[in-house]
């Protein structure tokens, strides 16, 4: 069956707007705001991060307003839509010292807009055996 041109729009629309949104989550100047960082994180956020600690929202947002970041590359993005509010997203990332990670986050849109309510980081094995 095919899709309509309308769906496949309003898909093209979607991943673009996540792909500003986890954009944002990595950006320098977005990362430093709690602010910004408050807005972007739903209530009951979780991530288990790539260094294998879990961290909730409250700890998210005190350590990214506190952290000296560089910038970061995003690669092989992809959306899966779970429900009509619930979307997968699922990328690369690349940071300034060629460290790799694949990365999952679960954002769900609400009457605020979308909020990411779960992340998850896996550091990503070079050619050696050991993580990137």
Same mark, same amino acid.
């Given at each position: 069956?095919r899709a309509s041109l309308g769906v496949l729009r309003?898909?093209? $629309?979607?991943? =673009? =707007? /996540?792909? &500003? /949104? =986890?954009?944002?989550?990595?950006? *320098?100047?977005?990362?430093?705001?709690?602010?910004? /960082?408050?807005? !972007? !994180? %739903? *209530?009951?956020?979780?991530?288990?991060?790539?260094?294998?600690?879990?961290?909730?929202?409250?700890?998210? #947002?005190?350590?990214?307003?506190?952290?000296?970041? $560089?910038? #970061?590359?995003?690669?092989?993005?992809?959306?899966? +839509?779970?429900? =009509?509010? +619930?979307? /997968?997203? +699922?990328?690369?990332?690349? $940071?300034?010292? $060629? &460290?790799?990670?694949?990365?999952?986050? !679960?954002?769900?849109?609400?009457?605020?807009?979308?909020?990411? %309510?779960? %992340?998850? @980081?896996?550091?990503?094995?070079?050619?050696?055996? @050991? #993580?990137?």
């Open positions: 069956m309003n898909k093209a $629309g979607r991943r =673009e =707007e /996540l792909f &500003d /949104l =986890e954009s944002a989550l990595v950006d *320098p100047a977005v990362r430093q705001s709690r602010e910004r /960082l408050e807005a !972007l !994180l %739903h *209530p009951e956020f979780i991530e288990l991060g790539s260094s294998g600690r879990v961290y909730d929202r409250q700890m998210i #947002v005190e350590t990214m307003s506190q952290e000296v970041s $560089g910038e #970061v590359i995003i690669r092989d993005f992809e959306i899966r +839509t779970i429900s =009509e509010d +619930t979307v /997968l997203v +699922t990328y690369r990332s690349i $940071g300034q010292s $060629g &460290d790799e990670a694949r990365r999952s986050s !679960l954002w769900v849109k609400g009457d605020d807009g979308w909020r990411i %309510h779960f %992340h998850q @980081g896996t550091r990503i094995a070079n050619n050696w055996g @050991g #993580v990137s």
